[in-house]
């Protein structure tokens, strides 16, 4: 009797290691339903695969196998539990401390420099060595580099597992518990003692340096780093509008090359396998240390060198059974990486390849066989991808197949061409001489990407929800791993496929109706954002001397990138250009209000950099128009009132203490920065929501941006 479903033993532990973290998950977070659904799946699962589906079957075999992955399954599930609630009971607690740590990463924001610190100790309301790292945010400039090791006195922020409602799976992984803002005056350089990871980086750094120059010199790091801060952000947005920023970050992509390469020279020197082995782990091993010990560089080694560890003896390399074991030592190891969208796009894409490529090749076998096999791969990576772009991203990209086809070709030759010459030109002092071509070839490739809008190809704003499951069953069952003849395939496939359209299609329909209001909170910019079926308004609420919109952006991957309108209250003074400017580099935008008399001069200079915004002037107790809910201002333009759907919400600015606060309706729901105990007490709403850090009401600064959702 053929098995139902082609089962390799690897995969087998592959998953139940997935099962058993996906329901401590459950669990950990008081999901007690969903925990013992999965709990009931892994089970059913185990006392499946003891039905016989061939004579001669050993009941011994089964009996070991099954006592396998119930031990997996455990230990990934309380090895999670362990590292979650290790990660919150390492709380700070708000006390101030003087602290010193090293320099791990140096990073250009919007806001200022961004330092990731490791081997991290504090003097204060305790004295230690801190297991987890920092993100130090510099506002006024920084002249620190890799491996200096800094003295300052803060209050740290602690960070939680749980984040914008989904598990803080960056901050885990990289351990960064804890975040603090300082001048860098503030800041005292102890020593420089860069490891000799950061050594070689700096190394790779300084040689570019010599040879390229702007958005080439930003290319070239990022390709051969990871690192991707010294790209405008401009020509990087065009990246991921064009579906190939994937080559900026070192994963698969990059460690395959570098694989390849060795593996080519080490044949050509007649090295054997179980050496060449030996040699290229651990370069590739070293590579990821210059990278930061990125987790995708760590991820796609392993994948690797389990792939060259299973063609030792000479036998068919079963990709299959190779990306499991990579999976299982991954996540055994570090079960967080299950919730990090890199890793699951690493391994559905790479899945994605080894189940669908040759079928998807088959429809285009009227093509020459080298150009069906490429579309087969990039075809099968891009459908592979869709649903956790969708749910990490908000979107992707229609025309990114096309792209691929052509850029990554080309990137590989330039990958290894440009790690070559910067090595050698950086040992021997000749950047300069050998990268000056490569000034212009990188050049070209900034100027192809930027010379087309790609946002006509984005696909965004649509919601798959649980039918991703339908999606990649449907993926699934043409893959060929589970076994059906021909008619029933097909009857599958098909009902499948029905079912991912219409249920998506019927899912989008009924979030499009529903309106849904967005709270959005840090020290510098504090807003809101009203979805309807008819448009979408932004609420500026409060804006710092220093703002970065860097939160703000992350409601593109809710499917909000268009503002019919923008309202502007109180704020230090915001200068509307400037912050128009960046907050375009989020949404399009069409109607502007400001609060107060008309100031022609910054309409006129607001007109003149953005000729198609409309830009009006609103008084006290004006009521806005165009706007699909009724709108107005009050209590000279500190607060906007909204009758929503099924809710009067109120918005509120930063308030003047000595203000009444008389004359206000009763709201259902008020969302309030500073001072907003004062508000809440006043006003008793049913739903009450600051901006900034609570320690008792729901806050978005500390939490993320905060969705609420009314028919």
Known sequence: ?????????????????????????????????????????????????????????????????????????????????????????????????????SVKEVMETESGVRLLLEDLTVDGNIRAKLKYNAYLYVFDGADFDLGYKLKFT???????????????????????????????????????????????????????????????????????????????????????????????????????FLAVAFGWLLTKLRVGRVARVLVIFPLLLFYSGVCGFSASSIRATIMVTVGLLTAIKGRRYDGLSSISASAVI?????????????????????????????????????????????????????????????????????????????????????????????????????????????????????????AFDYSAFIVGGV???????????????????????????????????????????????????????????????CATVIKTEKDATLIVSDVNYVYSVGRLKR????????????????????????????LRTAFTLDRIFYYGEQKLNQETAVNKSFPNLKVFAIKNDGVLPNISFDCAYALDGRVVGCKLSTVNLAVFSRIDNAKPLDGLDKYDMVVCGYLHERVFAKLSPKTAISYLSSAVYTDAESTGNLVYKFK
């Not at 000799?196 to 300084?206: D, W």
């Not at 060929?480 to 299609?505: D, E, Q």
């Open 555 to 582: 409601l593109n991957s809710s499917g909000v990138t268009h503002l019919n309108n923008v309202i502007i209250m109180n704020g230090y003074g915001v200068d509307l250009q400037v912050f128009l400017t960046k």
């Open 154 to 256: 803060t209050k740290f922020t602690d960070n939680h597992s749980i984040y914008e409602g989904r598990l803080s799976s960056y901050n885990l992984l990289r351990k960064v518990k804890y975040t603090a803002s300082l001048s860098a005056s503030q800041i005292q350089t102890l020593e420089i003692s860069p490891s000799i990871f950061q050594k070689a980086n700096i190394f790779l750094r300084e040689s570019l340096s010599q040879g390229l120059t702007g958005d080439q010199f930003g290319l070239a790091y990022a390709l051969l780093t990871g690192h991707s801060e010294f790209i405008e952000q401009e020509t990087l947005e065009s990246y991921r509008m064009a579906g190939v920023a994937h080559i900026f970050a070192v994963s698969g992509l990059h460690i395959g």
């Open 330 to 450: 991954i996540l055994l190891f570090n079960p967080l990486q299950l919730f990090y969208v890199g890793f699951q796009l690493s391994f559905v894409v790479v899945l994605g390849v080894l189940l669908l490529a040759q079928p998807i090749a088959k429809l285009f076998k009227f093509l020459p066989a080298k150009l069906s096999t490429a579309l087969g791969t990039v075809l099968s990576a891009q459908l592979s991808a869709i649903p956790i772009s969708l749910s990490a991203f908000g979107y992707f990209s229609l025309i990114s197949v096309a792209v691929n086809l052509i850029f990554i070709p080309f990137v590989s030759v330039l990958f290894i061409t440009l790690m070559v010459l910067t090595i050698v030109g950086g040992i021997f002092s000749i950047s300069y001489i050998l990268l000056f071509p490569m000034n212009y070839l990188l050049m070209v490739v900034n100027a192809c990407i930027n």
């Open 1 to 101: 009797m053929e098995r139902f479903v082609n089962l390799r033993f690897p995969l087998a532990v592959a998953l139940s290691v997935c099962l058993g973290i996906t329901t401590a998950y459950f669990f950990t977070f008081s999901l007690i339903f969903w925990g013992v659904v999965f709990a009931l799946l892994f089970a059913g699962a185990l006392a499946f695969y003891f039905l016989p589906y061939k004579n001669g079957d050993a009941l011994k075999t089964k009996l070991i196998f099954s006592l396998i992955f119930i031990v997996v399954f455990a230990f990934s599930g309380a090895n999670f539990n362990f590292s979650v609630r290790n990660f919150e009971n390492a709380d700070l607690d708000g006390h101030t401390y003087e602290v010193t740590g």
């Open 463 to 525: 919601v798959m929800g649980g039918f991703a499951l339908t999606y990649y069953l449907c993926a699934l069952i043409s893959s060929g791993i589970i076994n059906l003849n021909r008619v029933y395939k097909s009857i599958s496939i098909v009902v499948c496929a029905v079912i991912t359209v219409v249920g998506t299609l019927g899912l989008n329909i009924y979030e499009n109706r529903l309106t849904k209001v967005y709270v959005c909170g840090t020290e510098n910019v």
